[in-house]
């Protein structure tokens, strides 16, 4: 079935620096989700990517969407104690009617 | 708006009693709901996706006779646990994806910590 890889597992920074999570999946997606979790919270939905090469912005947040719509980023620039959590990307194959999510990556942030 | 509630947000029983958690969207329509279980510190796992008005579609290694689902309204669907044990004491989360909604976006609900005795 779909496999969704997400590394790294783990990010430890210091506050001000640049944060990438990465997202890859064994099979073609329709489209991509990311999600944040606080510690102690549910995932919360950010932004769906649909278009191959898609690259949309949030603040300091930049998603990518490959163009073979296989894989995706998160970049943060410059992180702040609130980006805290752990990021979470799902994949969809809409002829699946489902999400598979990878194993997200948790930031933590040094200030 | 799009906000999805769980009750209960906690609950602690016995070894072999059962257990009803409630996922409602509070401000719209859900012809889909997704019910995941989440390990500490690990990701969201896929138990089931229910539909409203027929049976739910169950992962594989999920038994469907200890996971009951029941989604009887757009806006409310239900997980018993049956003859929970100690190994089912999890977080459960449900997620609704909203009817007529292009987007594939599922919008969380805030969890239920389940621990079983």
């Known amino acids: 079935g779909q496999q969704v890889m997400q590394i790294p597992q783990y990010q430890h920074v210091q506050e001000g620096e640049d944060f990438t999570t990465y997202c890859n999946s064994s099979?073609?997606?329709?489209?991509i989700q990311w999600y944040k979790q606080r510690p102690g919270g549910h995932p919360v939905f950010l932004i769906q990517?649909?278009?191959?090469?898609e690259v949309k912005k949030q603040k300091r947040l930049t998603f990518q969407f490959g163009e073979a719509k296989k894989n995706s980023s998160l970049h943060i620039t410059a992180t702040q104690t609130t980006d805290v959590g752990t990021y979470f990307c799902?994949?969809?194959?809409?002829?699946?009617?489902?999400?598979?999510f990878g194993d997200g990556t948790t930031l933590t942030v040094k200030p | 708006g799009a906000v999805v509630s769980q009750h209960p947000s906690w609950v602690i029983c016995k070894s072999g009693t059962s257990v009803k958690i409630e996922c409602r969207s509070l401000?719209?329509?859900?012809?889909?709901m997704f019910w995941y279980r989440q390990f500490p510190k690990q990701s969201l796992m896929l138990m089931a996706t229910?539909?409203?008005?027929?049976?739910?579609?169950?992962e594989q290694g999920v038994e469907k006779d200890k996971f009951l689902i029941n989604h009887a309204s757009l806006t409310l669907s239900t997980l018993t646990v049956t003859s929970a044990h100690p190994e089912d004491s999890s977080f459960y989360i449900c997620?609704?994806?909203?009817?007529?909604?292009?987007?594939?976006?599922?919008?969380f609900g805030p969890g239920t910590r389940l621990t079983v005795l």
């Open positions: 997620s609704a994806r909203e009817l007529g909604a292009i987007s594939d976006t599922q919008y």
């Open positions: 099979t073609t997606l329709s489209n």
């Open positions: 990517l649909v278009k191959s090469g």
């Open positions: 799902a994949g969809t194959n809409t002829n699946a009617g489902k999400s598979t």
């Open positions: 401000d719209f329509q859900a012809t889909t």
């Open positions: 229910s539909n409203e008005g027929s049976k739910a579609t169950y």
